[in-house]
């Protein structure tokens, strides 16, 4: 059933939001759940959370949940409490929260980039689930046994994807899109759904500098730092890793020219270049990536992650980050200046893809030490380049990032754009006007000015959708805490707002930039598998039916949460 009055109500009622939360919820800490809440009739009352500064799109979709579900369950409440993104992590990370709108982009180009956020006491998995049979599974998967059968991993991965959609640990809603309009003569972009979403070393546009829009203010050149695409966007078009990406995503040679793999595809040797400069004059070496990967050990980093038996499977990663064993173990050695020898405690077959990754990328040690660690990557005097670009105007939390053609670079006769003046840019329909004006070469739109260019004869020529790689869904918290009776705990009550949702009416509605719905915890289009090629998640019926738009099964399941919850 579509309900097309809900889009007139979400868009008066989305205006009311931030107001009525406010004088109603406080701040959500009343306690939810019982029919304690807000002292409302209703019995069942509960807060969605979700960003107010992650586009324009989410305060709809937000509002739309609220209505299906009430829709669909007349003895449920939602209360809706927007917030920025830094401050909804904060929630979800302390479990201070019952439902939460949230999105996550690949890292990396395997379904474990997913998949490993549902292991047990993971910093990532928000509704606090845990399975042990899911745990062994992943484990295996990733350093156990099956790490280097190919085909069989993949069959396991598929066991453990159903185990998370079964027990509706999240509801998948939709695969984010980017609706992006390119100005007349520029040509080259790269765009890619894994780890950078945009690449602009083969770029080139009229001028000669490019004018592209940001979404967030940048908030952390330091790669230990760092948690947010623009910061990552920013930080690859100055450094260059071990690796980079073709066109099509694919690991190609940079600061490494090239590597040999053991037999046991546990050890990694890779043979640096011996041209490649940071911006000072100083050679890149060995020993900068030996320092880097060594110094996310030590600090509160939040990728580093990326580094143990979950991703990339290094030597003794896990008991330096995990067991406090010494951050001089970890398996990285540079062997001489442009030899740095890596260990492995299972194969990886997309460890070379990691490397493009910032978290990988090199530190020049000295400087470092010279402008110090909080200083480090705050500004143009704090920061090294050895890539295409190098940060001519940088202050941290502002909103126009600049930088210019590194004429040092190793490869900067093939890079022919001049620079790149970044600029925030809040709200699509300001986006539409700053291209319309020229003020931007690139800027991504959604909602109502997608239909509108859509059907401009001249700027529609302009338009490029492109996969943005990151799934948006909701997470529930399972625990009891200050904001949950733990409702949520029951696996009927996950299922039944899981099969509330029509994810065809969100997408075509409010989000309206080509996003795709989606019925997998894995979204599609970013995960090949390294025999067959087949993407992961092509086939979205898999698991349809824990998630499928189908009010029977949706109060069914509520009945019987409501039994067992005893309302």
Not at 273 to 290: H, I, L, M, Q, S
């Amino acid at each position: 059933m579509k309900r097309m009055k809900a889009i007139v109500v979400a868009l008066i009622a989305v205006a009311m939001v931030a107001a009525l939360c406010a004088c109603g919820n406080k701040g959500g800490d009343t306690p939810q759940g019982s029919g304690a809440a807000d002292g409302g009739a209703k019995g069942m009352t509960y807060t969605l959370i979700y960003g107010n500064n992650e586009g324009d799109e989410v305060a709809l979709v937000a509002q739309s949940l609220k209505d299906q579900w009430e829709e669909a369950f007349p003895d449920v409440t939602i209360n809706l409490q927007p917030m920025t993104k830094a401050e909804r992590l904060d929630k979800m990370q302390n479990d201070n929260y019952t439902l939460a709108l949230t999105r996550w982009g690949p890292d990396y180009a395997d379904p474990m980039t997913y998949l490993g956020m549902w292991v047990t006491d993971t910093a990532n998995n928000y509704g606090f689930w845990s399975n042990p049979e899911y745990d062994a599974i992943i484990k295996s998967c990733s350093s156990g046994e099956l790490a280097g059968d190919y085909d069989a991993r993949w069959e396991a991965l598929y066991q453990a994807e159903e185990m998370v959609m079964k027990d509706a640990v999240i509801t998948p809603l939709y695969t984010k899109a980017n609706a992006n309009l390119i100005a007349d003569g520029v040509e080259g972009v790269e765009f890619h759904p894994v780890a950078l979403n945009r690449v602009y070393k083969r770029a080139t546009c009229p001028s000669g500098t490019m004018n592209v829009m940001f979404s967030t203010n940048v908030m952390s050149l330091d790669t230990n730092l760092a948690t947010d695409g623009d910061s990552f966007e920013v930080i690859a078009d100055c450094i260059d890793g071990l690796t980079q990406m073709d066109a099509e995503g694919a690991a190609q040679p940079a600061i490494a020219e090239s590597w040999d793999i053991s037999d046991d595809q546990m050890t990694y040797t890779f043979h640096l270049r011996k041209d490649a400069v940071w911006n000072n004059g100083t050679p890149v070496t060995a020993n900068d990536f030996e320092f880097a990967w060594k110094l996310s050990m030590t600090a509160n980093v939040e990728y580093n992650y990326m580094f143990d038996s979950t991703v990339a499977c290094v030597k003794n990663a896990d008991a330096i980050l995990y067991e406090g064993a010494d951050p001089e173990t970890l398996g990285v050695k540079a062997i001489d200046d442009y030899t740095l020898e890596v260990q492995l405690e299972a194969p990886v077959s997309f460890f070379p893809s990691l490397m493009y990754f910032p978290t990988f990328y090199p530190i020049n040690q000295a400087f470092y030490e010279q402008v110090g660690a909080d200083n480090y990557g705050t500004s143009p005097e704090t920061f090294l380049s050895n890539g295409a670009f190098v940060l001519s105007e940088y202050t941290p939390g502002t909103a126009s990032p600049k930088v210019v053609k590194n004429p040092n670079y190793y490869d900067a006769a093939n890079v022919t754009l001049n620079g790149i003046n970044y600029q925030v840019v809040d709200g699509s329909d300001n986006a539409l006007t700053a291209f319309k004006n020229g003020t931007l070469d690139i800027s991504v739109i959604s909602g109502d000015q997608v239909g509108a260019v859509e059907k401009d004869a001249t700027l529609s020529k302009n338009l490029n959708v492109t996969g943005a790689g990151y799934m948006w869904y909701v997470t529930f918290s399972q625990t009891k805490n200050k904001d949950s009776n733990g409702d949520f705990a029951n696996t009927d009550l996950r299922l039944a707002f899981a099969n509330a949702i029509d994810r065809e009416f969100l997408v075509d509605n409010y989000v309206m930039d080509g996003s795709l719905p989606t019925f997998t915890c894995v979204p599609p289009q970013f995960a090949a598998s390294a025999t067959t090629g087949e993407d992961f998640s092509a086939d979205q019926s898999r698991f349809k039916e824990y998630c499928d738009f189908n009010l029977e099964s949706a109060q069914a399941h509520f009945a019987d949460a409501k039994a067992a919850l005893g309302y």
